[in-house]
């Protein structure tokens, strides 16, 4: 821990530095010792002006999240802010790094603000299911308006300096040292508030609601475009910001507090910070804290189709040398088209600029021969799904890489030690498995071999966050954790199928449920010949005793693949991305339920909801039990980041917890007698009970 907040004076002005570690966050001891220094500072007669500033790689970030749903401490923010604020001796703040959330109500509170020309300022709160609850709806849009204040707010995404600068949030960008800067403009104004001037207060600014017309017009357009909207915090921020305009502040700061409780006790608030946690937790590996991650500079990529082009392009991004490799100069073509098309979407959206991607162009070696890897640290294997192609790839660059690099496959369901077996090197053998588009998706499952070795596991975790990604530690099995829970989930929603719920009522209710996509719409996206294919290689090992369900392999023997082929589950007219439902569909449906001697019976959108949940968290425990996943919150993250699994539910890990292990127990065991082994409850759950323990508990 650091000293929370030292108190020094320089010329007149008192320094007040926060310093608590590693990012400032703003918990109660820090709070009091905030509010100590600042009456100090008034106090001091040495003192005429006030610098509030943060040690360390940044200004606060803002509340101390651990804190939430703990009985809360005084002094709160709100009351550290109307301190600060109140102050008769100007306060300047002076930011750097990130200041998020109530250090930027902090900041908000101070009289003067001046930045660093890299910081950013953000308002992240929203994406934890709150409001800034310390007066930022009140402060900030007084001084910027309603439009970007909203923007801020709404989106979580923070803004620049500059643009900070743009819209009226701070004062000044240093041109030099920041500190150093903000004593001297304290000391100015010190002189200036001794001669008569009184401090500027934010709460008394007028420049953002000069125009009420504008505001009104931005809170009306915000409104509208939130109908529907399934959170609670998005609707509150409006209604407070609307108030900052037409109430008085005290009101307004009454309204944002009573929003900031209710918002911080809901579900949703208690799920996104299950989230936020649990996507920090998956770093902590045991492997990271025994071995030491090996150097990669260079990567070598094998296969530049669909996944290689992706997974090359984030690694270029990330200021890797990057040789690819395809199996002849057509393919090859292909993929640095792939390439080049991510790179020009990328400058199209702002998000790089040409020089970049000339630059990162340049560290891109394309070849046809996988001799060109004798020098790459670590190679990662995207050729087809195929067992017999992958072992020829992994014996190839057995052959040429060098000892010490790493072999890591991309593969979605296929036997890593299988693979590894296939080389004379297993424990240098690893899955890097990246998700669909590569460049987008945070999500890495870094599967872990029998013989991986601890460095080799340690270095992918540290690839993964290099190029940004959450990797999620996972075990051999087939699909891992993402792609075995998907299944489980695919199958539930087959059974239904064919028991009489159609596949539109299916997709609809678990849009409902918050997926952005039902089931059969990401089947229609990702091409029904996939599935089809690996159902017929796993067709001789299924058990006959498994309810099988025939309908996508009777869509696929009629050469609906989904949307490529103009028809899957659905019909996509004219080469339209959004599908139609298809009677067709519906009748080939009945003839096999007719076929079956199956009576269809309806489906609630409800128990469609709780049947696919009760699947995936079945599933998860299983996957749990058997090691294959760390912890609960492994498992939620995967699900969150790599499915589309709703964020403000958790994961599904976190609503098992939410609906009581009792409960789903007896549910699932019921099912499991009425309609067979499909729903046998995963001993970890028995386990669990036994012991009156939760999922959670697991998470450590
Ligand atoms: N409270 C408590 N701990 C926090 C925290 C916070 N607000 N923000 C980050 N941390 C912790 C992380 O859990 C992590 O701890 P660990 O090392 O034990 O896992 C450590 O700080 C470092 O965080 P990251 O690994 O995320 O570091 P990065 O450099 O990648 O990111 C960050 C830094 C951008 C600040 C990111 O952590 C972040 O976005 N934090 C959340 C910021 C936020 O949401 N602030 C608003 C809080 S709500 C609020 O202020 C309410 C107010 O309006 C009343
Ligand atoms: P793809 O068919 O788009 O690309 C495969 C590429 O590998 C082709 O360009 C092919 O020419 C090349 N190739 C084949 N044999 C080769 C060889 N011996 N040497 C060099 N190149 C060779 O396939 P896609 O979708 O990119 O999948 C690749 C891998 O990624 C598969 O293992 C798949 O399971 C996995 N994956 C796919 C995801 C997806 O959504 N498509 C998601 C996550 C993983």
Not at 24 to 51: C, F, H, P, Q, S
Not at 185 to 197: D, K, S, T, Y
Not at 364 to 381: F, K, N
Request: net charge negative.
């Amino acid at each position: 821990m650091g000293k929370l907040v030292t108190y020094e004076v320089r010329e007149g002005v008192a320094v007040l530095t926060i310093d608590n570690p590693p990012v400032n966050a703003l918990g109660a001891a820090l709070r009091r010792k905030l509010m100590r220094r600042i009456a100090r500072a008034e106090g001091d007669e040495a003192v005429r002006a006030t610098v509030i500033r943060a040690a360390g790689r940044t200004f606060p970030v803002g509340a101390d999240v651990r804190e939430f749903g703990q009985p809360p401490k005084a002094p709160l923010l709100p009351e550290l802010c109307d301190r600060i604020e109140a102050a008769q001796k100007p306060v300047v703040v002076a930011i750097h790094g990130t200041a998020l959330g109530g250090g930027l109500e902090i900041a908000l509170a101070g009289h003067y603000r001046i930045a660093d020309s890299g910081a950013r300022l953000g308002l992240p709160e929203v994406l934890l299911g709150i409001l800034p609850g310390a007066g930022g709806t009140q402060r900030t849009p007084r001084l910027t308006g309603a439009d970007p204040a909203l923007e801020m707010m709404l989106s979580g995404r923070p803004v620049s300096a500059q643009r900070a600068l743009e819209i009226g949030l701070i004062d000044r960008i240093a041109e030099g040292e920041l500190t150093e800067e903000a004593i001297a403009w304290a000391r100015e104004l010190g002189e200036a508030v001794e001669a008569g001037a009184t401090p500027r207060r934010s709460r008394d600014q007028r420049a953002g609601l000069a125009d009420p017309d504008a505001y009104l017009r931005a809170i009306a357009e915000r409104r509208k475009a939130l109908q529907g909207s399934r959170l609670p915090a998005p609707p509150r921020i409006v209604d407070c910001v609307e108030a900052a305009l037409l109430v008085p502040f005290e009101t307004g700061l009454a309204m944002e507090r009573a929003a900031f409780e209710e918002c911080l006790a809901s579900d949703e608030a208690a799920a996104l910070r299950h989230a936020f946690f649990a996507e920090r937790l998956v770093a902590k590996v045991p492997e990271l804290a025994r071995a030491e991650p090996r150097e990669v500079a260079r990567l070598g990529v094998v296969g530049a189709g669909l996944m290689g082009a992706g997974i090359a392009t984030v690694c270029l991004a990330a200021g890797l040398e990057v040789t690819l490799v395809e199996r002849d100069e057509a393919a090859l073509a292909a993929g640095l088209e792939r390439i080049e098309k991510l790179h020009a979407r990328a400058v199209e959206k702002g998000r790089a600029r040409p020089e970049q991607v000339a630059e990162r162009m340049a560290r891109l070696r394309p070849v046809t021969d996988m001799e060109a890897l004798g020098e790459v640290d670590l190679a990662i294997e995207a050729v087809f799904e195929d067992e017999q192609a992958k072992r020829a790839v992994f014996a190839g660059l057995d052959r040429v890489l060098r000892p010490g690099a790493i072999l890591a496959t991309n593969t979605s369901y296929l036997d890593i030690d299988a693979l590894a077996a296939a080389t004379s090197r297993p424990e240098d053998v690893i899955g890097l498995h990246f998700f669909s588009p590569a460049h987008v998706m945070k999500l890495v499952e870094v599967v872990v071999g029998a013989r991986s070795d601890e460095a080799v596991t340690a270095t992918a975790f540290a690839l993964a966050r290099r190029l940004g990604k959450v990797p999620v530690r996972a075990g051999v099995c087939d699909g891992f954790i993402g792609n075995r829970i998907l299944t489980a989930y695919r199958q539930v929603a087959d059974f239904m199928l064919e028991d009489g719920a159609s596949p539109y009522e299916i997709d609809a209710a678990m849009r409902d449920y918050g997926f952005a996509l039902g089931p059969y719409q990401v089947a229609d996206m990702a091409g029904l010949d996939i599935a089809w294919a690996r159902r017929k290689r796993l067709a001789a090992s299924r058990d006959p005793a498994e309810r099988y369900v025939r309908i996508a392999d009777l869509l696929c023997e009629a050469g609906r693949f989904g949307q490529k082929t103009g028809a899957g589950y659905y019909r996509y007219e004219g080469g339209s991305r959004h599908g139609a439902p298809d009677p067709e569909v519906l009748a080939l449906i009945d003839a096999e339920r007719a076929e079956r001697g199956i009576r269809p019976r309806p489906f609630s959108p409800e128990e469609i909801q709780r049947r696919c949940l009760e699947a995936m968290i079945n599933e998860g425990a299983r996957i749990l039990g058997e090691g294959i996943a760390l912890r609960p919150a492994d498992i939620d993250v995967v699900m969150l980041l790599g499915y589309g699994f709703p964020r403000w539910r958790g994961g599904p890990m976190f609503e098992a917890d939410r609906i009581g292990l009792l409960p789903l127990h007896a549910e699932l065991a019921r099912r499991a007698r009425e309609e067979g082994d499909f729903w046998r409850p995963a001993p970890l759950l028995e386990e669990l009970l036994a012991d009156g323990r939760r999922l959670r508990d697991l998470n450590g």
